[in-house]
């Protein structure tokens, strides 16, 4: 009777194995530009739980990947939200800043290179072809001037 108790109590925990439909459903959740937390933690499911996820992400390279993408696409969801809920007239204007702000900082870390701040500069030739500024030092004494 012990035994199954404790294969009950096993079978009542959170999931470890890992499975395409799962992988997918928590990589759609992301790329709508939601947290996985607020997957893990969705009313009436039993989820793995974040480490879980982490160890199939480092286990599963198409996970991985999909994963990836889905950050990508939910940067693009932050930002393209942005309207509108600037257009929105059911928020008062610090409700607005605030929400804005908050997605403009998620996509600028979720994908810089789009929507981050710094700006590079990038030095070519006419072809295209990168310049890299060479700078030589000579390191030594002047030759003393004749007498």
Do not use: Q
């Not at 709508?32 to 607020?38: A, F, R, T, V, Y």
């Not at 286990?59 to 999909?66: H, M, P, Q, T, Y």
């Not at 990836?68 to 610090?94: C, F, G, W």
């Amino acid at each position: 009777m012990a035994i199954k108790k404790k294969e009950e109590a096993r079978a009542r925990g959170r999931p470890t194995d890992y499975t395409e439909e799962v992988a997918e459903e928590i990589c759609e959740h992301i790329a709508e530009g939601k947290s996985l937390n607020s997957w893990i933690n969705e009313d009436s499911k039993n989820r793995p739980n974040r480490s879980t996820i982490y160890r199939w992400l480092d286990k599963s390279e198409d996970f991985r990947n999909k994963y990836i993408r889905a950050k990508d696409m939910s940067a693009d969801y932050h930002a393209e939200n942005i309207l509108d809920v600037a257009e929105r007239n059911d928020l008062n204007p610090n409700d607005k800043r605030v929400r804005i702000d908050a997605m403009k900082w998620v996509a600028s870390k979720l994908k810089p290179k789009s929507y981050g701040d710094r700006v590079a500069h990038e030095h070519t030739d006419g072809e295209g072809n990168s310049l890299t500024p060479i700078i030589n030092v000579t390191i030594g004494t002047e030759p003393k001037p004749a007498s």
